[in-house]
T-cell receptor, first 112, second 117 residues
Framework: KAGVTQTPRYLIKTRGQQVTLSCSPI?????VSWYQQTPGQGLQFLFE???????NKGNFPGRFSGRQFSNSRSEMNVSTLELGDSALYLC???????????FGPGTRLLVL | AQTVTQSQPEMSVQEAETVTLSCTYD???????LFWYKQPPSRQMILVIR??????QNATENRFSVNFQKAAKSFSLKISDSQLGDAAMYFC??????????????FGQGTILTVHP
């Protein structure tokens, strides 16, 4: 079974731009969670989607948003990029009642 | 809110020897899950082992085992017969079993493990 995939793997943007990251979960997994990883703040939860509904959201500004499609693929969007948004963005998927999350390879975003 | 603390920023071990990574957590919940993830230089987060809080038996996965002390809120990872491929950043993570904490893992700050040949 294929693992979680994320595209693109690397992105370079400038301040003020917006960016969209994509995540395809493991087949059959309907829950998708997103995390931001930075050297200073570590791993922080962004949000979780299940059946196209956002069920949980972390403590991030409204510039961070996401959505999930009927095939469980998910996207996250960051608008008006700031230098501090430079990070590794990780997506994880899990099965319906399974509590274990399986991670994708991440998207490394650099904001200049 | 739950917190996870890994007090060892770095650890090192000789190949073939045993090393233990520490993790403590704070929660008022009685039902939850604990995980150890490994993140090698490729940055891919890989599940190492999982423990359900309601299970008293410590989880094991081949060379990896945990010492879960629920009352002490401690969850350490023991790696036996260490291999060069075990070198990575290790994260301890907590997940609530219910409530509204859907899909949220709370991570510790990580422990960098170096394996010497």
């Amino acid at each position: 079974k294929a693992g979680v995939t994320q595209t693109p793997r690397y992105l370079i943007k400038t301040r003020g731009q917006q960016v969209t990251l994509s995540c395809s979960p493991i087949s059959g997994h309907r829950s998708v969670s997103w995390y931001q990883q930075t050297p200073g703040q570590g791993l922080q939860f962004l949000f979780e989607y299940f059946s196209e509904t956002q069920r949980n959201k972390g403590n991030f500004p409204g510039r961070f948003s996401g959505r999930q499609f009927s095939n469980s693929r998910s996207e996250m969007n960051v608008s008006t990029l700031e230098l501090g948004d430079s990070a590794l963005y990780l997506c994880a998927s899990s099965f319906l009642v399974e509590k274990t999350q399986y991670f994708g390879p991440g998207t490394r975003l650099l904001v200049l | 809110a739950q917190t996870v603390t890994q007090s060892q920023p770095e650890m090192s071990v000789q190949e073939a020897e045993t090393v233990t990574l520490s993790c403590t957590y704070d929660t008022s919940e009685s039902d939850y899950y604990l995980f150890w993830y490994k993140q090698p230089p490729s940055r891919q987060m890989i599940l190492v082992i999982r423990q359900e809080a309601y299970k008293q038996q410590n989880a094991t996965e081949n060379r990896f085992s945990v010492n879960f002390q629920k009352a002490a809120k401690s969850f350490s990872l023991k790696i036996s017969d260490s291999q060069l491929g075990d070198a990575a950043m290790y994260f301890c993570a907590y997940r609530s079993a219910g409530g509204t904490s859907y899909g949220k893992l709370t991570f510790g700050q990580g422990t960098i493990l170096t394996v010497h040949p």
